[in-house]
């Protein structure tokens, strides 16, 4: 079975500096995807960025950026130049590619942006 | 996302009740998906289905049943509440590769 670990359960910076969020994972799939999700006060779930495992290169969104490193089973999220509205739980997820994309959610990590 | 709608919002109910919780879709995907969240473990998958009348147990599926007579709709019943259940229930849909787009959440208080 797979599973999903962020060791940092809540994390501060002040705004405008760059922030990195941890998460390591276990599989032995080949094959798979890692997402990272924000959930804000509002308690809503959005996607923020999206990786698929075949693909070497890191995924981008704008400020925020990815460094996935598969033999390590590492996939960090960096939120550059951190503004007010970043702060949120973030969860990293991994998913399988066969049938039902049944996703495993680590633990999630508190982010707070300061003014 | 206006794709995924739950219901109800929130919800307090008395122990030994049943509840029945509401998704419906309108993006007319495959996949549906019921996860509970809870302070330090993130979200738990419970049930999950890949097509009418089809469903699967998850990793936290005790006490909880499902089913999806229509694609667009899949519903979550705790047949007698427990205050362990008490919990923010989310539904999701997906398409293959994609991710996810989660409904807006149910909070569950069983008293």
């Known amino acids: 079975a797979q599973t999903v670990t962020q060791s940092q359960p809540e994390m501060s910076v002040q705004e405008a500096e760059t922030v990195t969020l941890s998460c390591t994972y276990d599989?032995?799939?080949?094959?798979?995807?890692l997402f990272w999700y924000k959930q804000p006060p509002s308690r809503q779930m959005i996607l923020v960025i999206r990786q698929e495992a075949y693909k070497q290169q890191n995924a981008t969104e704008n400020r925020f950026s990815v460094n996935f490193q598969k033999a390590a089973k590492s996939f960090s999220l960096k939120i550059s130049d951190s503004q007010l509205g970043d702060t949120a739980m973030y969860f990293c997820?991994?998913?399988?590619?066969?049938?039902?994309?049944?996703?495993?959610f680590g633990q999630g990590t508190r982010l707070t942006i300061n003014p | 996302d206006a794709g995924i709608t739950q219901s109800p919002r929130h919800k307090v109910t008395e122990t030994g009740t049943p509840v029945t919780l509401r998704c419906h879709q309108t993006e007319n995907h495959r996949y549906m998906y019921w996860y509970r969240q809870d302070p330090g473990h993130g979200l738990r998958l419970i049930h999950y289905?890949?097509?009418?009348?089809?469903?699967d147990k998850g990793e936290v599926s005790d006490g909880y049943s499902v089913s999806r007579s229509k694609t667009e709709d899949f519903l979550l019943t705790l047949e007698s509440a427990t205050s362990s259940q008490t919990s923010v229930y989310f539904c999701a849909i997906s398409d293959r590769g994609e991710g996810y787009t989660f409904g807006s959440g149910t909070r569950l208080t069983v008293v």
């Open positions: 289905s890949y097509g009418v009348k089809d469903t």
């Open positions: 997820a991994f998913g399988g590619n066969q049938g039902a994309q049944k996703l495993v």
């Open positions: 599989t032995s799939e080949n094959n798979y995807y």
